[in-house]
Every structure is written in C-alpha cells, then in structure tokens.
C-alpha cells in the first residue's frame, strides 16, 4: 500500500513496514546484487571447477610413472624393453608396467611431425606406463633400472604436480579475490544506497525517534529492508548462475566431433559444475545478503549518531 | 517532575535565544506556554522533549540532569512523554492505526496486545470510522486527532503539545482543548504551546509567558 492510497473499509491483512519499501532505490539495488551475485557464484564456481581438476590431475598423475628407453646405435630395442617392462612388473607395489607400442607413440607425434615422414628411422624414446600403489618406492626402482638397462630413466611426474599444484593455488587465491572484491563492492554501494534511504526518509526516522525508539530498532527497521532486499537479488543472480552451470554441465555432455574436442574433454572433463560448485553458489548467495544487512544496520547506526 | 533552574541556550555561536529560565512542572499540572513567534516556544519544548541540551543552567526531567543523560536513556524518558506536533508528523504509509500504534510497535510490543486498546482511544478521539485509511486522505482536524491520540496511546506522564489548535477551527480548537484537559483530570501534566489567546481564555491553567527568551509565569 502506498501512501495517498484512500480510504479501506477492513482492517489490513499485514502491518505496512515502517520503512517504505517503495522510498529506497529498489529496482536499481536489486539489479546491482543480481549482477554482484552472478559474478561471485562465477568465481566460486571457477574455484571450484579448478579445485575440482587439480585434485583429479594429480590423483591421475601420481598413481602412474613413466619409464623413457632412449634407443642406442646396436641396441634391440624390443628386447630391452621387455626387460624393462619385466623388471617393473616383478618390483614390488607395481600394479602393471605396459609397453606403450611403436604405433602409439607414432600417433602421439603425428600432430606435430606429420604423417608424411618415415618416424620409426627417428631416434624416439619408448614408453613404459607403470601403474604404482602409493607406496611404492621410486628411488629403488630407478635404482634397479639404471643397474640393468642404463638407458632407461624414470620420471615420477613430479615437475607436473609441482606446477598443477602452484596453478590450482593461485587459481583459488584469484578467485578469493574477485569474490572479496565483489563483496566489498556490493557492501560499498548498500552503504551508499542506506545513506540515500535514510535521507529519504528523515521524516520517519525523527518521527520514530519522538516516539520513543532506540537506535537499535531504527537500524533493525532498515536491516530488515535490506535483507530481504539482499536475499531477493542475491537469489536472482544466483539463480541465472545455476542456469549458466546446468546449461555449461549439458553442453559439455553432448559428443565432439572433433579430435581436438575429444582431446580437451580428456583433459577438463568437460566444464561441468560440481556439488562443491552449487553448494559455493548458495553459500554466496546467503553471504552476500547478509553482508548487505549488516552493512546497511552498521551504517544506519553511524549515520544515526552523527544526525545526533 | 521537570525542573528548569537558569536555564540558558544558545545555538553554536550565536545570542541565547533562552536566558535564565526557570520554572517547576509538577505532576498533574497544566500549563499554557505562550509569547510573540521568535520567543523561543519551540527551543523549550526542544528542551523539554530532549532533543536539545542546555547550554549553561539544570534541566531536570523525571529526576535525571539532562545535561548529562546518556543518549542509551532518552528512548526511555521519551517514551514516558507525549509530543503533539503542530504539522502533525504522521507517517504517510501507516494507516491512522498503524500511526497511532507506533508508539507501542516500537516499545517491542505485540500487536495483538494492543489493538483493543488503539481501537478504543480512535473512537475516543472520534476516528472510529477512519481506522484503516492514510493520513493523506484526512481532513486537517482529523490528522491533529490521530497526532493526539498517538501522544496519548503510551499514557504518557507528561504531554506536550505545541499548537494543537493551529490548523483547526475553533468548534474542533474547544473540543481538543476539551480532550487535554479530561486526560489532565486523569493524571497526566499537560503543557500547550500556543499562541491562541481565545483558546487560553477558555480554560484557566497556569501560563509560562515567554519574551525575548526570559519567561514570567502567572499562576
């Protein structure tokens, strides 16, 4: 009900709250906290994509080790690999150890040699994938090797978990980032859009004042306000962003057509939103609205005690 | 109940617009406050209603120094004053209910609790019909009924009104006047700020005449 709305014969159904909802700048608050919130369940849902992959890479990468044969004038390279392989399957904690064939490793190369060329005259490594349990012990194993094939070496991976590690660390801090910074946007405009709404309605808050009312309920007056405010456009927002990740979730389902999109699908799994995502979206979702309501009944008792 | 003792007022820099006030209100007195516009009426009811604190003298309401109360308190004491306005400073998207329950709305109380007792000081006041409607479609005289009966709905020990006849007409002016002096007889001290001389003449109470910021008083 608005004011100058006329007579009613019947009592209200509700009690009209005492800070007109209508004399805050609502619509454009409201779409400000949509955005706000869209662009924080975007970065916690980045985060948590990230996080997610890191954690499957390094999963991946740390239960297999590779071993490099490098071929020498004379060497047979077909026995010492078998020899190689022989001695990776015998060690203890090893799970399997599997030649990685010529043609294989012919069709790893060719994107980047092309097919034109003879590969098997080039000097090329040759591959073992060995599947370990957690406890095995590498420096053993490579020990073994050396002493019985000397051209073979063991690479555990480490340089590649090392730098998964350091780019999920800074993807996280980058996306706490813009999260704060979106957060401290958001509380940055309440405190302005409070001071406007308090402005507007100075005549009610003396008024409330006349009668009786503490500064505390003045500010609980206004928080309220923009709780519900917060809690409305924040819930907006987050909404659109969960129709982005369902909409992201089901594109990344539909079969690529091409090899470089099954390639891609092999490294990121597609761009789907994990449960961590979701759950980060309400998370903020609930955050922003109430940072919005404590920064609108912080600044409501700032602004208070400088009116007295 | 109130007490002034050379009381003296000033705003920033400038003249004292009160000098030397001082004057006793007791419980269940009645008072006119009177004097030319400029006199410093409103300052004392300013003082008097806390909202201004002296610059040199005592003011002692409901025996605590107002010089010093800590601002926690004024709430309090103010909910124990009824403040009549003279423009009436009703609240526009309030019903006439809803206006003149707030008071008790923001003491914390329940609305159930409360809303015989709004409902019966409405009819008192004759706006038993206009319960539910917004002070914009009032008349003049029924928004100074609906500011004075939010004064009273707390059963203030103390009522101030300043003007409550400025913006109606002299049959409406002698009913109000009518309504101050039972709710007096029930206990409460009432002080009228007023410059209507036909409406002191009416009933005979103390009179607190103020000029040039000094007040002589005539019992």
Redesign the interface.
């Known amino acids: 009900m608005t004011a100058g709305a006329g007579a009613r014969a019947a009592p209200p159904g509700s009690i009209n709250p005492i800070v007109p909802p209508r004399s805050v700048a609502r619509r454009t608050l409201l779409t400000l906290v949509a955005i706000m919130s869209f662009l924080a369940c975007l970065s916690v849902a980045a985060v948590a994509i990230v996080a997610d992959r890191a954690e499957s890479w390094q999963r991946q990468i740390a239960d297999e080790v590779t071993i490099q044969i490098k071929p020498t004038e004379g060497m047979d390279v077909e026995a010492t690999v078998a020899r190689a392989v022989d001695i990776a399957t015998l060690f203890p904690g090893v799970a399997s150890a599997t030649a990685i064939a010529q043609s294989e490793s012919t069709a790893l190369l060719e994107p980047w040699l092309g097919s034109g060329l003879e590969i098997a005259e080039l000097p090329i490594p040759r591959l073992i994938a060995v599947r370990i349990a957690p406890d095995v012990d590498l420096g053993a194993l490579a020990a073994r090797l050396r002493q019985e094939v000397p051209t073979a070496s063991l690479d555990d991976h480490g340089q590649w978990l090392q730098r998964l590690s350091a780019m999920a660390r800074v993807m996280t801090l980058v996306g706490l980032v813009v999260l704060g910074l979106v957060f401290a946007a958001t509380a940055l405009c309440v405190v302005f859009a409070t001071r406007g709404a308090m402005a507007g309605n100075r005549n009610v808050i003396e008024v409330l004042h006349f009668v009786g009312a503490e500064d505390s309920y003045v500010a609980r007056e206004f928080q309220r306000h923009f709780l519900l405010l917060g809690l409305k456009g924040a819930g907006i927002g987050g909404g659109i962003a969960v129709a982005l990740f369902l909409g992201l979730t089901f594109l990344g389902r539909l079969e690529g057509a091409t090899p470089q999109e099954a390639q891609l699908r092999s490294l990121f799994g597609g761009v789907a939103v994990g449960v961590n995502g979701y759950v980060g979206a309400a998370v903020t979702v609930l955050a922003l609205a109430v940072i919005i309501a404590v920064t609108a009944r912080v600044t409501v008792r700032r602004t208070l005690r400088e009116i007295d | 109940m109130i007490r002034f003792e050379n009381v003296g007022l000033r705003y920033g820099l400038g003249p004292e617009v009160l000098r030397d006030v001082s004057f006793h209100i007791g419980s269940g007195s009645f008072q006119f406050v009177t004097g030319p516009s400029g006199a410093g009426k409103t300052s004392l009811l300013r003082l008097l ?1 806390l ?1 201004l604190r002296p610059t040199r003298g005592s003011v002692r309401i409901f025996d605590r120094d107002a010089a010093t109360v800590p ?2 308190v004024i ?2 004491m ?2 124990r004053i009824g ?1 009549v306005f003279q423009d009436f ?1 009703l ?5 006439t ?2 206006n003149v329950a ?2 008790l ?4 109380a329940d ?1 159930s609790s409360y809303r015989n007792d709004v409902k019966e000081l409405l009819e008192w006041v004759g706006l038993g019909d ?8 009032l008349s003049g005289g029924e928004k100074q009924r609906s500011a004075i009966a ?1 004064a009273l709905i ?1 059963k203030p020990e103390v009522l101030l009104a300043d003007e409550p006849t400025g913006n109606v007409d002299p049959p409406l002016a002698r009913r109000l006047l009518r309504l101050f002096v039972e709710l007096n007889r029930l206990g409460t001290s009432v002080i009228i700020a007023t410059h209507d001389l036909a409406l002191m003449e009416q009933y005979d109470a103390r009179r607190l005449v103020l000029n040039n910021g000094q007040v002589e008083i005539y019992d």
């Not at chain 2, 709305?105 to 914390?108: E, K, L, P, Q, T």
Request: hydrophobic share 40%; aromatic share 8%; no cysteine.
């Open positions: 209603f909202s601002r926690t709430p309090a103010r909910r403040l400073r609240l526009d998207h309030l019903t209910f809803e707030l008071p709305r923001v003491a914390g609305e206009k319960m539910w409607v917004h002070p914009p479609v939010r707390t």
